[in-house]
């Protein structure tokens, strides 16, 4: 679970990480009222779950309540799509936050390393950029070092850390001690991802974390009941929000293809095979294994809600799932939701030969079948581009 920014700065002040203080606010009064509160000069912060905010128009000073008062009322409802083409997500609810005077800007993370099985702790003097451009523009200015599990990251782990990324000497004491209520967090609050982007210092030479941005592990929610609590589905993203309503396994992509699939093997290898063919999947969609004809629908009905989607890759091999239950769920959603985008299916295994016979007997215009996955792929790829 992703948590909003004012989320992880409360998950920090928690554990006594410096944050500035601030309030959230659904709504203009509020928001003002925030404002007012917390006194000018003051930010008004969109809360979505994507970066460049500020780029988008989704971060706004303000020096007195009139001001307050424009810059909720231009922020609260815009969509804002991320960098690399995330969203749109519509804005629902603003952070009011201090104004900081910052003085120099780092860049902090802990990451669940699954290759190592350790986490991955990083920190660099270059704030503001993310860890990618970082690591291609300058390497070395990322300080990296693994944390053994059985060793903890004290404040004297966390101060050569600091030392190695050459945080100025008068701050790293200050960031050492900033790090390491961090890493008892992470673990206390079972993260797989905790990034503070910018770590600033102020002209006062105090050390603060002016971003949060948390990954808590699902698996571990039911032992933290306050934080499954903070999850506030009108936030997600709307095809991700149906799927989830739908208890199906989908991840929205980029593209125009959309992915079909029962088993998470199977799905993956259509993705390949599809970016193979020239073409670029719009989502991962798991059916899961012995899927009925309801479950088809519910599974198209998520795919088409996607605008992006302009042709639809069905690919089911029936070991527990049968194809002919696949066949009816396809027709019932073409009859139901009046589905005109054009079809590509292959089904092999249990009942397919029933299966493809249902779907000839249909006469369906916009479906194809074909025998191969890569026949599949490319003859998709050829109907999305046409359709493009």
């Not at 749109?88 to 699954?114: C, K, M, N």
């Not at 890493?183 to 006062?204: K, Q």
């Not at 004809?293 to 029936?318: C, H, M, P, R, Y």
């Not at 939701?337 to 292959?346: A, E, G, T, Y």
Request: net charge negative; aromatic share 4%.
């Amino acid at each position: 679970m992703d948590l909003l920014e004012y989320q992880g700065k409360e998950l920090f002040a928690r554990h006594d990480v410096p944050v500035p203080s601030g309030k959230v606010a659904h709504d203009v009064k509020a928001a003002v009222e925030a404002a007012e509160e917390i006194g000018y000069p003051c930010v008004v912060k969109a809360q979505v779950l994507i970066g460049g905010r500020g780029k988008a128009g989704g971060i706004k000073v303000a020096g007195d309540r009139a001001e307050a008062e424009a810059a909720a009322e231009a922020i609260l409802g815009m969509d804002i799509t991320g960098p690399h083409g995330e969203g749109p997500f519509t804005v629902h609810q603003v952070w009011i936050e201090e104004a900081s005077d910052i003085e120099s800007e780092y860049y902090f993370s802990f990451i669940l390393d699954r290759s190592t099985k350790k986490v991955l702790a990083m920190l660099s003097t270059t704030g503001g950029m993310d860890v990618e451009a970082i690591a291609e523009e300058d390497p070395d200015a990322l300080a990296k070092v693994h944390i053994d599990p059985g060793k903890g990251f004290d404040v004297a782990a966390a101060k050569e850390l600091a030392s190695e990324a050459g945080i100025p000497a008068e701050f790293q004491d200050k960031t050492a001690e900033l790090i390491s209520k961090l890493h008892d967090g992470f673990g206390a609050e079972d993260a797989t991802l905790i990034e503070v982007n910018p770590l600033i210092v102020t002209v006062e030479g105090d050390v603060i974390a002016l971003d949060a941005k948390v990954t808590i592990d699902n698996s571990a929610l039911y032992r933290h009941e306050e934080l499954a609590e903070l999850e506030d589905d009108s936030l997600d993203d709307p095809q991700e929000q149906m799927a989830h309503e739908k208890n199906l396994t989908y991840v929205k992509l980029d593209g125009d293809i959309g992915i079909l699939g029962n088993g998470a093997g199977l799905c993956m290898s259509t993705l390949d095979v599809v970016a193979q063919a020239g073409g670029d999947p719009a989502n991962f969609l798991d059916a899961g294994g012995g899927s009925k004809a309801d479950a088809v629908v519910d599974a198209l009905e998520v795919i088409t809600s996607d605008q992006k989607v302009k042709a639809i890759l069905f690919n089911i091999f029936g070991g527990i799932t049968r194809c002919d239950e696949v066949a009816k769920g396809i027709i019932e959603a073409t009859e139901r939701l009046d589905l005109k985008h054009p079809l590509v299916v292959r089904l092999d295994g249990t009942n397919s030969e029933e299966g493809l016979k249902l779907l000839a007997e249909a006469g369906l215009d916009n479906l194809h079948q074909e025998k191969t996955m890569l026949g599949a792929a490319e003859k998709v790829v050829e109907l999305a581009k046409a359709a493009g």
